[in-house]
């Protein structure tokens, strides 16, 4: 047992001496008494490939600092054999940036101090030792770590966009829908919406939504897109005052969480909206500042190898069209216009020049416009329409500002020099050059290089809005008056508020209505032609529009079903239930006049003839049916308040009235023998079709009163 614990104390001393070889190694024939000897919050931060950050807090009393590194080994070296570099630093040094590293490789570091004392002792004494391990060269981690932090911004984008649209509530619709009387109204609401709500993309997608509901016209929409424009280059002095400058908002991001959360899980719908707000607001500036640590991990701002590089890339058009080329794919990659704005921001504090980061912010503009026609690809005629007219106003834009992109710098350059930030240009050689190593000047000259650009932009093409709305409705038709299926008023980029939602619907329903209708005229024209081409044709069509009744009764049905999941009021549940009904009710007209073209295809095969007085009274019974269609598609533009039910039930009377008339004439040229056994049968049924679809034309207009 003796030898057991021999060995063990002997162990013990040896791995004590193995753990403090590295603070052993200093002055050894010094005793120093370093109980005095205070060294804190020591720790290593923007490690990249081949620099680290080392920071420690301030040490009293010092005459001089120290600070000293190496490589670390797996195999045990003496004290005495480690090679040290060491650095003396300033005696209130903090921190110390150390280069030239080798990637992939841990070092152990000391801050060591020398104090001023009475006595002749003047040692250094050496802090525990600290590690620190350097990245890889550029590869997937790297990228992973970026994307997941641009991933973070994003989401706190989204998260703060929807907080304040739920804030804002219905009142933020009214003003949109308020404030667009004219061009310059809708100008500066689109402005003052997004920079509210920060998203050019929210208000594109609730202005559609207006129009889609009959709110706005295509005009009024364009002078809202514009505004959104202006709107939107908010975002780059948000992230330049908050995000970059000596006052960084991620610093108290975590207290707004701390007050955004408990607010989150409240039942109060304006409190709730209010966390989500403001639990976005600092995710926002979290995910920027690990953009920020990322990006700047990769060195990228001490290499000067790949500064020289891309600076040297600068000065000509063909830069000038390759960097607005890359800002329009980045902005299609992170499908963000705000997103890509924090990337080239970043990067300007990373060599990256002001003249190709205003060109990559040219391409920003493009890119956002081009994710909007991606997304309108799904989209209603409307979602295209304003899609094209923000492409073809940022397009417009950027094709003027590369004309005169070399003299508007130099103008932005020249009014920054004249400021306390200094000129953003870094060529030493340029007139205007103030300051080279000011890069939060390069920030500030590029958000006021965006937001100048596109107040120019708009207020050159405002008095062309009318061409504009022209233009891409020529470009982009509407289907609705073919024979292709073609939802007009519903799509994907609705937004989902119940009311504005219903809205939508309720014109595509009177649109519905006018569909079935047209199969009216179909049939009436199918019973009276003898060319059997033409009557091939319009059994054709008569089967097309069954089919697009069909799909049409589908797709409003399954839009209606969504709204429904969402929190509606008795009023609003009452409305979508009656929209359910017509649109069942309309479906059920279509099958019917598809099964009365199908008894006519039967009597034209089998060669059986109605007289003319049969034919006659037929025509004028779906003559009946064609008024009754008439006040059903008025009552289905109509609010529930304008509609006279009486109207209709009269309409309904007088198709039931000749029904039983035709009935009973019927059964008396029957008794007569004035018809064929097959002739009776087909009459029979298709002015019992034409009463059924009476019927149904009647529940519609009933329903749209809440008879139902």
């Known amino acids: 047992m003796k030898t057991i614990a021999v060995k063990y104390f002997l162990f013990l001393l040896f791995t004590l001496s193995v753990a403090n070889s590295d603070s052993l190694a200093a002055d050894k024939s010094v005793e120093i008494d370093q109980t005095d000897i205070i060294f804190e919050n020591i720790h290593a931060t923007k490690v990249s490939t081949d620099t680290a950050l080392l920071q420690w807090n ?36 903090t921190k110390c940036v150390v280069k030239q590293l080798d990637p992939s490789q841990k070092y152990k570091w000391q801050i060591g101090a020398r104090y001023a004392r009475s006595d002749t002792n003047s040692g250094k004494i050496w802090s525990e030792t600290q590690s620190f391990q350097t990245s890889d060269r550029f590869g997937l981690l790297q990228v992973l770590i970026i994307l997941g932090a641009l ?77 959104a424009n202006i709107g939107t280059t908010m975002t780059a002095w948000l992230l330049v005052i908050l995000g970059f400058s000596k006052f960084s908002l991620s610093t108290y991001s975590l207290p707004l969480i701390a007050f955004g959360l408990p607010l989150m899980l409240m039942k109060k719908s304006q409190l709730k909206a209010l966390g989500e707000f403001l639990v976005g607001f600092a995710l926002l500036f979290i995910g920027l500042s690990a953009l920020k640590d990322s990006v700047e991990a990769l060195g990228l701002s001490e290499n000067q190898q790949f500064i020289n590089w891309i600076n040297s890339m600068a000065g000509g058009f063909g830069s000038t069209l390759l960097f607005i080329l890359i800002g329009t794919l980045i902005t299609i990659v992170v499908q963000s216009s705000s997103a ?31 994710t909007a026609n991606i997304a309108a690809l799904i989209g209603n005629i409307h979602a295209k329409r304003a899609a094209r007219a923000h492409f073809v106003f940022n397009v417009f834009g950027v094709l003027w500002m590369t004309i005169v992109f070399g ?8 009014f920054m020099g004249s400021t306390e930030w200094g000129s953003p240009i870094t060529d030493v050689n340029h007139p205007g050059y103030d300051s080279s190593e ?35 409705t020529k470009l982009t038709h509407s289907k609705g008056e073919d024979d292709s299926f073609s ?62 009744t069909d799909r049409v009764e589908l797709e409003v049905a399954n839009y209606l079903s969504k709204v429904s999941e969402g929190t509606l009021t008795e009023v609003t549940s009452i409305q979508v239930r009656g929209m359910l009904s017509i649109v069942n009710d309309l479906e059920r007209i279509g099958d019917i006049y598809y099964q009365m073209s199908k008894t006519i295809e039967r009597k034209i095969e089998e060669k059986v003839w109605f007289t003319p007085n049969q034919r006659d009274k037929l025509m004028k019974m779906m003559g009946l049916i064609d008024e009754a269609f008439v006040i059903m598609t008025d009552n289905l533009s109509l609010s529930t308040s304008e509609i006279d039910i009486g109207i209709a039930r009269q309409k309904e009377n007088e198709i039931n009235e000749y029904r039983d008339y035709l009935r009973k004439k019927h059964l008396e040229s029957v ?29 519609v207009s009933e329903a749209l009163v809440g008879e139902i």
């Open 438 to 472: 000011n890069k939060q000047s390069i920030r500030i000259a590029l958000a006021l290089f965006h937001t100048v650009f596109n107040i120019i932009n708009t207020l050159l093409l405002i008095g062309l809005v009318d061409f504009i709305a022209k233009t891409v």
């Open 151 to 227: 991933g973070f911004f994003i989401y706190g984008m989204k998260i703060m966009s929807e907080g304040i649209q739920k804030l804002a509530g219905t009142r933020l619709k009214r003003i949109l829908s308020a404030m667009t009387t004219n061009r310059f109204s809708g100008v500066f609401t689109g402005f003052l919406t997004t920079s509210l709500i920060q998203s050019s993309s929210a208000t594109t997608v609730m202005i559609v939504s207006f129009v889609n509901a009959g709110l706005l016209t295509l005009r009024q929409a364009i002078g809202v897109i514009m505004g």
């Open 58 to 93: 301030s040490i009293p009393n010092v005459e001089s600092l120290f600070l000293r590194y190496h490589k670390a080994s797996n195999k045990f070296i003496p004290a005495d054999e480690i090679q040290w570099t060491e650095i003396e630093l300033e005696n209130n040094a």
């Open 487 to 548: 939802l007009e008023y519903i799509g994907t980029g609705s937004i989902k508020t119940p009311e504005l939602s219903l809205l939508e619907a309720k014109k595509e329903i009177a649109k519905f209505g006018k569909i079935t209708a047209k199969i009216s005229r179909f049939v009436q024209q199918l019973l009276i032609e003898h060319n059997s081409k033409k009557q091939s044709q319009l059994l054709d069509k008569v089967e097309k529009y069954e089919e697009i």
């Open 340 to 370: 890509a704005m924090a990337l080239t921001l970043i990067f300007v504090g990373n060599g990256l020049s002001f003249e190709l980061a205003a060109a990559i912010v040219l391409g920003e503009n493009i890119g956002t416009t081009i």
């Open 407 to 414: 003299w508007f710098l130099s103008g932005i350059a020249d």
């Open 671 to 699: 008794e007569k023998g004035n018809y064929q056994i097959r002739n009776g049968m087909i009459f029979t049924d298709l002015f019992s079709s034409c009463e059924k679809i009476g019927d149904h034309i009647m529940n």
